[in-house]
């Protein structure tokens, strides 16, 4: 079958995440930053002001722990620059001040984030993909050369995916660009096998890619006219599709009957 080997395109979030480790994970700033919440958990659990703890913080893939103690400290901004301010809020998180700059800049930040893995959920990738982000992020304010940075990230991480469609050859592809599309999508194919995917894939996987797409009378046309029936059905013995755990096991069952039935007689 045509482009049948498939090309491999990175988790927007996760790679995301793999460039706050790298830009955060350097800021001194940053850690400073890191190490006064830390101690500001110590101090604020089991008194009267715990409400005002930071979120507790994920251990693994902890740069996407941003969105959540950036909000934080925004509330925490917000509270301090109020007239009737109490004083023991001032006294436990008065130096979240010292970081309003980096705040703003992380804040920033996250707007733009959250409009990229908005894009990558509800659009996937395709070849005009890394433009219409770069307007997009362009509406958004970058108070430093730092979040400026962050953005022009954003848009190369779209257009690395972006440029491996190319490879297909195949005009207006869209293909997902988040796992949590593919988690959904593995969720309502299961639904579509019942039974059936208990132990490993049948030749219903040959329907996935329709969880994607709209199909339309002309769409299937089209497909079909791609891709015949009789190399559909090579390509699912190939990949071994045709001999399934539920396949087996009904044989295994079959077998037994007729051995039964033998000795019966």
Request: with cysteine; net charge positive; charged share 30%.
């Amino acid at each position: 079958m045509r482009n049948s080997a498939g090309i491999c395109l990175h988790d927007t979030k996760h790679r995301i995440a793999a460039r706050l480790k790298i830009n955060l994970g350097r800021s001194e700033r940053w850690i400073a930053f890191e190490g006064k919440v830390g101690s500001s958990i110590a101090q604020l659990q089991q008194t009267e002001l715990d409400h005002l703890m930071p979120p507790a913080r994920k251990q693994k893939c902890r740069f996407m722990n941003l969105h959540r103690i950036v909000k934080w400290s925004t509330d925490i901004l917000n509270s301090l620059r109020a007239p009737n301010c109490p004083a023991r809020v001032r006294e436990k998180l008065a130096w979240v001040e010292g970081f309003k700059t980096e705040i703003t800049e992380w804040s920033q930040a996250c707007e733009m984030i959250d409009r990229t893995l908005k894009q990558a959920n509800e659009k996937g990738v395709s070849e005009r993909a890394s433009a219409a982000l770069g307007i997009e992020l362009s509406k958004l304010p970058a108070c430093s050369r730092w979040v400026e940075n962050m953005r022009a990230e954003l848009i190369r991480i779209v257009a690395d995916n972006e440029s491996k469609l190319k490879a297909f050859g195949i005009p207006d592809l869209v293909l997902p660009a988040s796992t949590e599309v593919l988690e959904s999508a593995f969720g309502s194919f299961k639904a579509i096998q019942r039974t059936h995917c208990r132990g490993t894939f049948t030749s219903l996987l040959a329907t996935f890619a329709t969880l994607f797409d709209q199909c339309t009378p002309e769409k299937i046309r089209e497909r079909f006219r791609r891709v015949g029936c009789r190399e559909l059905r090579e390509w699912i013995t190939a990949a071994g599709l045709r001999d399934s755990t539920q396949t087996r096991r009904m044989r295994s069952a079959s077998e037994s009957r007729q051995k039964q039935s033998n000795i019966q007689v």
